[in-house]
């Protein structure tokens, strides 16, 4: 599926916390989705950090996610301790199935530098923190390697389980099997490749994190309810310290839900992200 959302030049590659209103006014035409936005901000979530619609939204979003999730964990050692293990152990299985982890390595480096810094400071720097982290994926050059490298471990699952995903890969227009290799050459390993359910629960499962979309489809149904699709890889609403992520579908793209309706702006931020972009 094309990336619906058509985002200008000027949208950042992912913002700050915005309030729910923002994209209730937005769909303000649309009764549906203003129920279904209602019922979400009843239901504790307040705000939304919009990522860019450039097809790779679903990773960037998940990624970013998942570092800020290390990040605000209770256990911060126990977090990227796990993190830095499951970086590691998918690092060596991409051999496995065929990649050039020399190509990949430089990928792989910024993600894994990227979760040492939430405890350990680079040097002459400081320890990650929330302004520092958006800095990072508003850089194309970061956030871009951090995308691909994501994608990888992605198409890797995929190829390493074929039997465990065979009858859910299909063409995303004609709903034909595919073979995965060939899903993963076309549909998985380029920049701009929207993701669906497959790709969702292969990069979930890669990771060892729990994954929540909320799908915000505009569809009238019995009540104004929205259906959270869940991809579970370990108990309760957390693995290793890392609580779940938790994204927001609209139709053709992906956002990361929060319960924040706002976030605090440092002078970093704030040079980042302006007023005009942020509208």
Known sequence: MLDEIHDS?????????????????????????????????????????????????????FAFAWVERILRAVDRDLAVAAAISTLHTTW???ADVGFDVEILEDFYDVLRTLVEQVITPEPGGQTLNASLLLEAFTKPEASNAIVSYVRMLTSAELRKNQKEYAAFVVHPETQESMPIPEFCNQFVDGMGREADHVQMQALAKAMGVNLSVAYLDGRLGQDDAVDFVKFENGGGNDVNGIE??????????YDILEHRAHEHRSSAASALVTPSVME
Not at 15 to 36: A, C, D, G, H
Request: glycine content about 10%; aromatic content about 10%.
């Open 92 to 94: 060596l299985g991409l």
């Open 244 to 253: 779940e992520v938790v994204l927001l579908y609209r139709p053709g793209h």
């Open 9 to 61: 030049d000027a949208r950042p590659l992912i913002s700050q916390v915005q309030p729910m209103e923002i994209l209730m006014q937005e769909y303000s035409s649309n009764p549906n989705f203003i129920r279904k936005m209602e019922w979400l901000k009843k239901k504790g979530w307040h705000g939304v950090r919009r990522t860019k619609g450039d097809g790779d939204c679903f990773y960037r979003s």
